[in-house]
């Protein structure tokens, strides 16, 4: 059996990186991003990236970082609020920007990975993100065509892996990671926990190690909170 276990991200990414490459990268916000090998990756110095990503991170947190030193030519994402270094990189026009509907995004990714070049779909029918694309009529409704992507690296962020490298995500980690992890031509997967291989619940399972290429243990995490909402705790 191939070598899937490496030391850390560096290493698990070596001979992967090219400058102008696609990387579709799991995670929801700051929730279950791969850190570690978004780190590499910042420390390779490739550039003119392609990034497939629900969000951009936030200011030098996840994403932020590669958009911090100016090594992503183009983002397609569905949600960017949150960065300022993006918006200011958008607005200034020295970064490409496809938005794409959250769920469209997730299918397009699992569409991708099933060997599916397209799809369509009734979202963003009459919205600029149907400027430019096929539309078709259905038993009277209009579709707008779009199509799967496939990248050429998948970095993912797990919980557990088995040293067979299959793969569970915890609670919104799952979010992105799952379709990210198939539609990349290689994956490399960074987990919080190595366990033997037959401790996981077969029906547990999230991503089989099939589609796992490499996989490294990251922990431990210093896991963030985008926004922290409290109230006053009230006199006892």
């Not at 050429?152 to 797990?158: E, H």
Request: proline letters at 3%; charged letters at 25%.
């Amino acid at each position: 059996m191939a070598r899937k276990i490496y030391p850390d991200a560096s290493a698990a990414l070596d001979g992967l990186l090219f400058d102008g490459m696609t990387i579709a990268a799991g995670g929801f916000g700051l929730c279950g991003i791969p850190e570690r090998l978004i780190d590499a990756i910042v420390e390779s110095g490739v550039k003119d990236l392609t990034i497939a990503s629900n969000n951009a991170g936030i200011d030098n947190v996840g994403l932020g970082k590669l958009l911090r030193t100016r090594q992503v030519k183009k983002m397609i994402s569905s949600y960017v609020g949150e960065n300022k270094e993006f918006e200011r990189q958008f607005l200034a026009g020295e970064l490409e920007v496809e938005f794409c509907p959250q769920g469209t995004l997730a299918e397009r990714m699992r569409a991708g990975g099933a060997g599916i070049p397209g799809f369509y779909t009734k979202t963003g029918v009459g919205t600029v993100v149907a400027e430019g694309k096929e539309l078709k009529e259905f038993d009277g409704d209009t579709y707008v065509l779009e199509r799967g992507i496939v990248a050429d690296l998948a970095i993912v962020k797990g919980h557990k892996a088995d040293e067979s490298g299959n793969v569970t995500f915890r609670k919104t980690a799952r979010n992105f990671n799952q379709p990210a992890a198939t539609c990349g031509k290689v994956c490399v997967v960074e987990v919080e926990e190595m366990v033997a291989t037959g401790s996981l619940d077969p029906d547990c399972i999230h991503l089989p190690s099939i589609y796992v290429n490499r996989l490294i243990v990251g922990g431990p995490y210093d896991k963030q909170i985008e926004f922290r909402t409290t109230r006053t705790r009230e006199a006892a």
